[in-house]
């Protein structure tokens, strides 16, 4: 209550109110992810606090600085909550500390108002100091309305401790090297460490591949660009992988998405070193990496491209090109996409990343949607690309409000399970006049899920569609009801008419793409037939369909 | 995805798919709550087990059974997390323990499949036993997809200790009150304890009081009835509370919102027992309570029940008159409120209880329309009243879905900006039929927040409607687009005729209802200006609109 009249008469602060603090966990997110600063949710009480969570929990894993601030009891019914373990006291109160810390790097709760500016001070240091991350602060209704004393204490964050750096013998391994290639991470981009990367590979000519996070990092049209390795990836960059006689590792958390279920042979011809900030991170790597530097990327990718300046290091060119030919050879958008009947999603990703804006941000939400946009987006210019990669969380959609405050377009993109997850929000989107295309890819269910049914479960179906206890929504119905603009694309002839007229309307725009409801989702990591007829995940740069068989046929 | 496989697969069960986990976990609530055995929701990993949490936290405080089953990732994935506090290792997977454990009666990771018949065994206990509340299994995707041994250890709980309770000096000390009361709390119903409750206050002429938890206690008609007392309360209830030289409460806990502000002063010429099945509630009143009982409320009503069948006590009639003359004297919704512009919300919901039929069920969600209902709302036959009472979520009317499943018709009321936070359940509404009458009481924004600023902030407005923040909905648009039948009520003299029409449709319908914006919300305890000018919260007794001022300005 004081709270919201703090910001209600603070002329610098200026609010968007979200529906459901859900998505306004997720929009401080996503102003946090574009922007490298924390971006503030402002959720009450009890019920308030514990929608915000998943948001908070999908920054946590994804590094994203964010600072949440909640409303709580008066301080005694806090206390006596806390000392009792009474299920509650004071109305809608709940004690936090446990709920929240796990999934944040700082949580205090205020309970003397001159401690506001060490909780304040530590919280932003927290959150954007080492890896990045969420933190917390809950205010008591007593403390809210307190005076401050002029004089408190602070907090000074102390200088972190990194490895030392071998740079010898980085520079003999790097200049030696046949087949270098760099995989970035979203550490690159958090640490806002991508010009010099791109400087860096650029002078030594090093090919570079993307985690999920980290495809933000390098323009599709750079000429160092492989691909984007993972369990739903493409062959250029997992024969890349498997090929490389040096693989830098750069920000990258090495998930088990990412490298496949073979760790232990995931560049096995590499050197490997991984720069990392978070020690355990270096800890966890199944992959056997032979260099482990615990870094802030910045200063480290700072200084690898000063000092390679007078690198003197082998020529790459064949490789360079071998990577170029496997990407021409191989591409992701097969020429028959366009041929399937009804809309294929990635024949519509295409066509939709070439025409979007170059200084347009892209958020993608979760499942079948955001394999393919990820393995399809033609990424230009400064796009920023923004995915929920850890939690994987459906809704994340709605983060593109908070990216919307700071950017001149932002499109999102979302399966029509993700876009149901925060429907609520398209009344902001209107009231604000957010300059979001919200793109839906209605392919009436749980895609990926469908597969897995289809695949593992003898086409036993639940919850995945109309037949099996899932609605079809008539989104352009909702987006309607909501006073936006609405665009339909029923058929691949009007595909790009269509985009044109979304991106030719100002403000906020839903279009709903009517895809394939089984749609084909490829290359991807996946099993193969043993001879005693028992299935075995494939190898790394064995991607399904396999090549051997010559045909697309599961 | 194993789990959901043998769901598909077990004759036994049927699913009601909702669309967002928050409502999953609230309709397994509102399952619980009507039915008294757990409900339960079958949630995904990670982001499902996070957006299920609200729902979870709402139903312990509230103490209604319920069972959560999440999915996890691999065990060794999980155990590796637990081991060494990485943010994540797995797709998703979040280590939930922390984060449940506060809100749960029992919170278990199978990470061994023989454990499974003592977990599940073990939870539908603590679940079912002493007060009741949700228990939470976690179960990684490999343990899910094992066979079970043959012979497993299960659990068998334990008999509760309860307090000895004197009998003699209850006796005494009923049978020589002249002015006797009961507050029935949830913990009536809970316990199942209604019948004989109504039994015992009728043979001995008790008034009752209810807690906003125990408005399903008794019928409205009942001429024992006198009110409802709590910060949004009724006069008739707050003056018998005050007069009364005896209060039984019973499964009450006492909350701030049922007893004001001067607890001190609650009852102060009564002689008080309190009796309850959970010690903390007991200890932790402010109330001075004079003799305090543990207990479970269905052995304890069921023998005080019996052993009155012969007591002697005196005569309450006069008291009883006092109560309804009151009662009478004092009505909630007044004349008047027929009158006003536009569709005063009280007047609305008086008509509303009265067309409502015998054997349906009530689902309220939170704000200004949980006071207002509550007050007014005239209970009938055996109807169950559900509220979301210690958390006070918004959304809660999904709880609904849960309802609807074992009950004929659910009259579900909440306000816009409660809608919004489940509209995407519009869609479950839909298609599987369900009985619900969603009432959305459109006052176009927070009405509760929107007196507060006006009352205490000199009308700095922020986040309350169009005009600060908040956008305004077309909830008939927006139902209509999910393929509900809508009815919307704009002006008062169509009440009547759209209820009915209402009713007479068979399935779901979403009926809009354009309420007064800054309707009153009254009678409540309020603050009395001091001669000195300051602020001061009136007496329990002294509910705004002052009586003494004889007129209504604020």
Redesign the interface.
Known sequence: ?WL??A???NDKLS???C??E?AAAMAADGYGRVNGIPGAALVTI??GA??A??GV??A??D?SPMLVISGQANSRILQ?QKD?????????S??LG??????TKYFAEVMDPADIRYHMERAWYEATSG?K?PVWIDVPIDIQNKQIPDDMRGYEGSCQEFSPVDWDRIKEIVTSSNKPLIMAGYGVLSAGARENLLSFATRLSIPIVTSRGGIGAIPSSNSLFVGRPGSYGDRASHFAVQECDLLLILGSRL???TTGYYPDRFAPNAVKIMVDI?E??L??SDVPVDIRIRSDLKPFIAELNKRSSDWLSNDHTDWVNHCKYNKEKYPVVLDSYSKEEGINSYYFTKILSELAPDDSSVVVDTGSVCNIVSQTWELKGKQNYLI?G??????FWASSIGVASCEKTVIALSGD?ST??N??EL??L??YDLPIKLFVYNNRGYML?RH??HN??ND????VG?NS???S??FS??G????LPVVRINDKSEIEEMIRKVFSIAGPVLCEVMVQEFGIIAPRISSRVMPDGSLRAAEFDDLWPFLDEGKLDG
Chains 1, 2 share one sequence.
């Open positions: 209550m919201t009249d910001l209600c008469r609010a968007v109110c529906q459901h859900q009890g019920p514990t929608n969570i998943t929990a999908g946590y894993v590094s006596y009792t373990g009474i299920r509650q006291k004071g109305t809608q709940l004690v446990n709920m929240v810390r796990d999934i890896r991350g998930a088990q998405s978070d355990l991170e800890d966890k929920s850890g939690l994987s969380c459906m809704g399970g149901q997850m429907i609520q009344a902001t209107k009231y899920i897995n049914q593992y479960m036993r179906f639940l919850g109309p206890g899932v609605p929504v008539d119905a909702v309607q009801s909501y006073g």
